[in-house]
C-alpha cells in the first residue's frame, strides 16, 4: 500500500508492508529526518489487518498522536499527524497530495501557565545586563554590516507601527507576542507583567501547538530577569535542576530560554520569556539582541497603554490639574495614591429640592436635558477647586476635597465651590428655557477623617470615600439645609473660622449619635 508522508516540509511516498519502514536521523532508517530531537530509529510505519499503524522504537523523545504518547501500535488515519518529538509527520489525504499543505497555523491563548521556583545554572546562561534602545542600536550600528543594520530598524519599524495602532493592552500583547515569534523561532512565548505586589503575572501565552507543552516555566529566571534588569539566555536547559530526571527533555526537546525585562526608564514592568527546543536549534546571541530591542520597545507600548486607561479612568473623577498631577506623581496603572487610606477631607453633597416630584410629569429627554445642564455646571465648580466627584445619585452629587492628593485648604475649597455652585444653578434658572421649573438646591458639607480609596470587584473599581465624616455630610444636606441653602458641620466652621456662617441650633441626626451644631453659609 503505499501513501505520502509530509516530512520537515517535503513529500515521501513510501510502500508499506506488515513489516513497515522506519524513520529517524540514523542511517539505518528508511526515511531520514536531520532533527537532533528525533532519534536514530524513532517510529516504525507498518500494516496491520490492511490499515496504517505507527509504533514507537524507544526514542529519546517519544511519538505523540493526537496529545497521547504512543505506547503500543496505533492506527492511523488520512490526514493524521504525529509528532516525533516535536518534528511533524503527516499522512497527507490523496486528493490533496498535489497541493502544499499550509504549516499549522500559530494559535494565541488564554494566559495559563503554571510557574514554578527553581534554582538555574548560571554557569550554563548568558545574562546581558538590560540596555536602552539607543544604546542597543549604536551597539548594533557598530557590530554589524549596513544590510543587517536596515533590517533591524525595519523590523523596529513596523514594531512601533503595529503597537501605536493596538487598541487595548490584550490586543497590544498579542501584536507584540505576534512580532516576536514571527522573528524568533520558538515554541512557546510568553508576556508576564508584575501586579501591584510585584508578583509576576501571566499576561499572554502563545504556543506554537496550542496544548503540547505543559511543563511549568521558571518564575526564577522571569524574576532575576525583571529584578536584576538582565536579558538571560540559557544554553541548555539539561542543566536546570527541573530536567535532572531528563524526562522533560525526553518528552519535549526542550533545551533553551531566553528572557528579557521589560524597562520603561528605571521601572520594570515585567519580561518576556521563551522556549526554544532542539529541533530549532536552540537560541542564539543574536536572537538575544533582538529579543531586547523588542523589548524596550514593547515596554514603551504597554507603559503607554497603562497611562491612557489610568488617565481615562481618572478623568471620570477629577479636573485636568488633579489628573496630571496624580500621574506626575504615579508609575504605573495601580499606582499607590489610590490605594486605600484614612485622610483629613471635606465631603459635599448637592440635592435638587423637589425634583422627584418635579419630574412625575417631565418627558425623558427634558428631564435628562435639565439633569444634564445643572451637572454640567456643579461638577465645573468642583473641578474647578481641585475636588473629586464621587458620583451621581439620581439629582443629587456627592464630591470630595482632599483626596487623592492632600489639599490643606478642602474646606475652604468645598465651601466656595458650594456658593459658585448656588450661584451657577440661579444663572440657569433665570436663562432657562420656556416650560423649565425653576430649580433650588440642598447642600451639605462636612471636613475630619475619612477613610479614602479603591473600593469594588476586580471587574469594577470606584475611588471612593466611607467612614461618619460623609455620613454626617449626608445627613446635613437632607435634615438641615433647606432649598437654596448651605449646610456645614462644626469641624468645618472650626477650620475655617469666618463670621459670616450662621450658627443653628444644635440637632440630633439620624444615625448619628451626638448632637451636633451646624451653620448655614451665606451665598448670595
Known amino acids: 500500500m503505499k501513501i505520502i508522508l509530509l516530512v520537515e516540509g517535503a513529500r515521501r511516498t513510501v510502500e508499506l508492508t506488515e513489516e513497515g519502514i522506519t524513520?529517524?536521523?540514523?542511517?539505518?532508517?528508511?526515511?531520514?529526518?536531520?532533527?537532533?530531537?528525533?532519534?536514530r530509529?524513532?517510529?516504525?510505519?507498518?500494516?496491520?489487518?490492511?490499515?496504517?499503524?505507527?509504533?514507537?522504537?524507544k526514542s529519546m523523545n517519544g511519538t505523540t498522536y493526537r496529545d497521547a504518547p504512543v505506547l503500543e501500535p496505533t492506527p492511523l488515519h488520512p490526514g493524521d499527524t504525529i509528532l516525533l518529538g516535536e518534528v511533524p509527520i503527516q499522512?497527507?489525504?490523496?486528493?490533496?497530495?498535489?497541493?502544499?499543505?499550509?504549516?499549522?497555523?500559530?494559535?494565541?491563548?488564554?494566559?495559563?501557565?503554571?510557574?514554578?521556583?527553581?534554582?538555574?545554572?548560571t554557569s550554563g546562561s548568558i545574562m546581558v545586563p538590560h540596555a536602552t534602545l539607543e544604546d542597543l542600536l549604536a551597539r548594533h550600528q557598530a557590530d554589524k554590516a549596513p544590510a543587517e543594520v536596515e533590517a533591524l530598524f525595519s523590523r523596529l519599524a513596523s514594531m512601533a507601527g503595529k503597537l501605536l495602532a493596538a487598541a487595548g493592552l490584550a490586543e497590544l500583547l498579542e501584536s507584540v507576542m505576534s512580532l516576536v515569534s514571527a522573528q524568533i523561532p520558538c515554541q512557546r512565548g510568553f508576556i508576564l507583567l508584575a501586579d501591584p505586589s510585584g508578583d509576576l503575572v501571566p499576561e499572554f501565552v502563545w504556543e506554537e501547538r496550542p496544548g503540547a507543552i505543559t511543563t511549568p516555566i521558571s518564575r526564577t529566571i522571569a524574576r532575576t530577569a525583571m529584578t536584576a534588569k538582565v536579558t538571560i539566555l540559557t544554553t541548555d536547559a539539561r542543566v536546570d535542576p527541573r530536567f535532572s530526571a531528563g524526562e522533560s527533555i525526553k518528552i519535549h526537546g526542550i533545551s533553551s530560554a531566553l528572557c528579557a525585562p521589560l524597562i520603561v526608564d528605571t521601572q520594570s514592568l515585567g519580561v518576556i520569556y521563551l522556549e526554544s527546543s532542539l529541533n530549532k536549534g536552540g537560541f542564539k546571541r543574536e536572537d538575544e539582541h533582538l529579543l531586547s530591542a523588542m523589548a524596550n520597545f514593547a515596554a514603551v507600548g504597554i507603559q503607554r497603554e497603562r497611562e491612557t486607561r489610568f488617565r481615562q479612568r481618572l478623568e471620570r473623577y477629577h479636573s485636568p490639574q488633579v489628573v496630571n498631577e496624580i500621574l506626575h506623581a504615579a508609575q504605573n496603572l495601580d499606582a499607590p495614591i489610590l490605594q486605600a487610606r484614612r485622610c483629613e477631607i471635606s465631603v459635599l453633597f448637592a440635592d435638587i429640592s423637589g425634583f422627584t416630584?418635579?419630574?412625575?410629569?417631565?418627558?425623558?429627554?427634558?428631564?435628562?436635558?435639565?439633569?444634564n445642564r445643572s451637572f454640567e455646571v456643579m461638577t465645573e465648580q468642583i473641578f474647578i477647586r481641585g475636588g473629586t466627584l464621587d458620583k451621581y445619585?439620581?439629582?443629587a452629587i456627592m464630591a470630595f476635597f482632599g483626596a487623592p492628593a492632600p489639599d490643606p485648604d478642602h474646606a475652604a475649597h468645598a465651601v466656595e465651590a458650594a456658593r459658585a455652585m448656588q450661584q451657577g444653578l440661579k444663572a440657569l434658572n433665570a436663562d432657562?428655557?420656556?416650560?423649565?421649573?425653576?430649580?433650588?438646591?440642598?447642600?451639605?458639607?462636612?471636613?475630619?477623617?475619612?477613610?479614602?480609596?479603591?473600593?469594588?470587584?476586580?471587574?469594577?473599581?470606584?475611588?471612593?470615600?466611607?467612614?461618619?465624616t460623609v455620613n454626617l455630610a449626608s445627613r446635613l444636606e437632607s435634615a438641615v439645609a433647606g432649598p437654596g441653602q448651605i449646610a456645614i458641620g462644626p469641624r468645618t466652621a472650626e477650620i475655617l473660622q469666618s463670621k459670616e456662617f450662621i450658627p443653628l441650633q444644635p440637632v440630633s441626626l439620624k444615625n448619628i449619635e451626638l448632637e451636633v451644631r451646624p451653620f448655614l453659609v451665606p451665598w448670595e
Open 357 to 371: 416630584r418635579m419630574s412625575e410629569g417631565m418627558e425623558p429627554l427634558q428631564l435628562a436635558s435639565i439633569l
Open 91 to 121: 499522512w497527507v489525504r490523496e486528493e490533496t497530495a498535489a497541493a502544499p499543505q499550509p504549516a499549522p497555523p500559530k494559535a494565541h491563548t488564554e494566559a495559563r501557565i503554571a510557574l514554578e521556583d527553581r534554582a538555574f545554572d
Open 432 to 468: 432657562r428655557p420656556a416650560g423649565y421649573p425653576e430649580l433650588k438646591m440642598r447642600i451639605g458639607i462636612n471636613s475630619g477623617e475619612a477613610f479614602a480609596g479603591d473600593i469594588g470587584c476586580e471587574k469594577r473599581m470606584d475611588y471612593t470615600v466611607m467612614g461618619s
Open 41 to 57: 530509529v524513532h517510529a516504525r510505519f507498518f500494516l496491520k489487518g490492511g490499515q496504517v499503524h505507527v509504533q514507537d522504537m
Open 23 to 39: 524513520v529517524g536521523r540514523g542511517d539505518a532508517a528508511t526515511v531520514k529526518i536531520t532533527s537532533n530531537a528525533v532519534s
Open 393 to 395: 445619585i439620581g439629582d
